[in-house]
């Protein structure tokens, strides 16, 4: 009587009541373990919750990446703004600055081999860095400043691009001196005279490519609400006005109407395809083919080509490694290639009866020409042996000149080089950023015209 054993956890004693120091033992040996327990549970309970909430935060993390919902865009813009900053030393948009490749000159124009270069123009689109705007600008091919067209999106489109950036991308300039303009994320195609006034201008989403036709027209690619959805049509229109004058589908006069033969888009006829998908930056798996250029085949080379016939379209595929040969009649696909290129822009029709496609390689730290023959399906690489090196993960263009140089645009070098048929550099252009070292403006495409090739000096006259 009066003593009690006691057996828990890190105590063990028999305590008996004889004194004053009972109650100091009793709390030691009994009272303790039962507080430490009791602190315990509170401590794991209160990890266990934080372990929950920490698990619920991941779980709606992936949910906002996946499906790109509140705060997506937020946190988005964010990472954007500090990486841009940790990059360059300021905020700009995703592409707008890019950083230049070793060995690149700091000039804006640099003449490797002054002997070699194609006598013209130079017609460039990209960020002026010193206007805080884009513009086309036409440069002699000396090397110095001709012309400069100012394109502001804004003043285009005051309700500003649904799709989140003003950045053009489809180029071509006329001979009256004026330009066709279109933006992959834009909601508009313009064409604007040598003032930057409007000729025309036509809603919707026209883009990457407008490619003239014999008949004066051009030919380019119109996407259902994006550029990166899944639905696009090849849409023809008149370059004067702008009007419409045909168009046909890729997903319901091309795909649907092969069946079998549909395998070369990497889908069935019956694929649930939709007309509102994820911006490809929330989620890639949304842009199917992403359609980047499209060029009908001319008259006066037709003949090159026996298997095709004048005004064939050639198209390029980016996301499935994917270049053909449509006929706009009927939608039929009569010769395609997944490959040997990677990510690819720009096919050309050349006139030795090959294509020539631009392989970005994207990943793979430089991009290259490759040359097929459609029929043979042999393949080369013109510029293995020559001493330029250029990537671009994406985007890019190049152009067969007539004294045999090739005229490539490097969109994330900032950078266009005219290049000797093998390969050797001949002249070099850098979007210089102001104020920035080691970085250049984006270029977004790019051309060369002959000297005589405008009907009117291109200039400004009010």
Excluded at 126 to 135: L, M, P, T, V
Aim: aromatic share 10%; with cysteine; glycine share 10%.
């Amino acid at each position: 009587p009066g003593c009690i054993r006691t057996r828990k956890p890190f105590a063990m004693a028999e305590l008996c009541d004889e004194g004053p120091g009972y109650r100091i033992l009793r709390q030691a040996f009994v009272r303790a373990p039962r507080n430490m327990t009791r602190s315990i549970e509170k401590r794991v309970f209160i990890v266990s919750a934080l372990f929950l909430v920490a698990l619920a935060l991941f779980a709606y993390g992936v949910i906002v990446g996946r499906f790109g919902i509140w705060p997506h865009a937020h946190i988005q813009s964010g990472w954007q703004a500090a990486s841009s900053y940790l990059r360059f030393g300021e905020v700009a948009p995703r592409g707008r600055l890019v950083l230049v490749p070793a060995g690149a000159s700091r000039e804006m124009v640099t003449v490797h081999q002054a002997e070699r270069r194609a006598e013209g123009y130079y017609a460039i689109l990209g960020w002026d860095s010193g206007d805080k705007g884009y513009a086309a600008w036409l440069q002699r091919h000396e090397g110095g400043p001709s012309h400069r067209w100012r394109i502001d999106y804004g003043r285009l489109d005051p309700d500003g691009p649904s799709n989140e950036s003003d950045a053009p991308h489809a180029f071509y300039v006329l001979p009256d001196a004026s330009i066709i303009v279109g933006f992959d994320r834009g909601d508009l195609m313009v064409r604007l005279d040598g003032c930057g006034r409007v000729i025309w201008q036509k809603d919707g989403v026209f883009h990457h490519a407008v490619s003239p036709a014999d008949d004066g027209s051009f030919w380019t690619w119109r996407g259902e609400r994006a550029a990166y959805g899944h639905f696009h049509y090849l849409h023809n229109f008149d370059a004067e006005t702008g009007r419409i004058i045909r168009e046909f589908g890729l997903i319901e006069d091309v795909i649907r109407g092969a069946g079998e033969g549909s395998h070369v888009f990497g889908v069935r006829p019956d694929y649930p395809f939709q007309t509102n998908v994820p911006d490809p930056q929330v989620d890639p798996t949304g842009d199917l083919f992403h359609p980047n250029d499209i060029e009908p085949l001319s008259d006066d080379i037709a003949n090159r080509f026996p298997q095709f016939e004048s005004g064939d379209l050639l198209v390029s595929f980016r996301n499935i490694n994917l270049v053909a040969v449509i006929e706009p009649a009927s939608g039929r696909v009569k010769w395609s290639s997944n490959g040997p290129w990677l990510a690819q822009h720009d096919p050309d029709f050349l006139d030795d009866g090959t294509l020539s496609v631009y392989s970005n390689n994207t990943g793979r730290g430089r991009s290259e020409i490759i040359r097929i023959d459609p029929v043979t399906m042999a393949t080369r690489n013109p510029l293995f042996d020559g001493n330029v090196r250029f990537a671009s993960n994406s985007m890019g263009t190049h152009q067969y000149l007539p004294n045999g140089n090739i005229l490539l645009t490097v969109p994330q070098e900032g950078r266009v080089l005219e290049v000797t048929k093998r390969g050797d550099l001949v002249l070099e252009f850098n979007n210089v950023a102001v104020g920035l070292s080691g970085v250049n403006g984006h270029i977004a495409n790019a051309m060369w015209v002959p000297a005589d090739y405008f009907v009117r000096t291109p200039g400004c006259e009010d």
